[in-house]
Nanobody, 116 residues
Framework: QVQLVESGGGLVQAGGSLRLSCAIS????????MAWFRQAPGKEREFVAG????????TYTDSVKGRFTISRDNAKNAMHLQMNNLTPEDTAVYYC?????????WGQGTQVTVSA
């Protein structure tokens, strides 16, 4: 079992930046494809960005390309999402999980609110 704990969210003005973190613990030897997801009010949860733990080119949903950067820290067993030039449309609860996501690995998420 892998435990995932998100942090780093907050309230920011449009154009601002935030850096989200995902602390990973447990049976981490089976990490493979990890990703960030988000769920805005009244909307379904959606994929935001993903990466292969072993390396390779990350992938992003079109709406965040050029603004968000996903990265991993092997030494600290953590994954990050650097979010720049935020817009109100980025307001959501952000989650990290495997990709495809595992039902039992959803955490509490971290709230990101972007004001206009």
């Amino acid at each position: 079992q892998v435990q995932l704990v998100e942090s780093g969210g907050g309230l920011v003005q449009a154009g601002g930046s935030l850096r989200l973190s995902c602390a990973i613990s447990g049976r981490i030897f089976n990490l493979n494809n990890m990703a960030w997801f988000r769920q805005a009010p009244g909307k379904e949860r959606e994929f935001v960005a993903g990466l292969y733990w072993a390396g390779g080119r990350p992938t992003y949903t079109d709406s965040v390309k050029g603004r968000f950067t996903i990265s991993r820290d092997n030494a600290k067993n953590a994954m990050h999402l650097q979010m720049n030039n935020l817009t109100p449309e980025d307001t959501a609860v952000y989650y990290c999980n495997f990709n495809p996501p595992r039902f039992g690995s959803w955490g509490q998420g971290t709230q990101v609110t972007v004001s206009a």
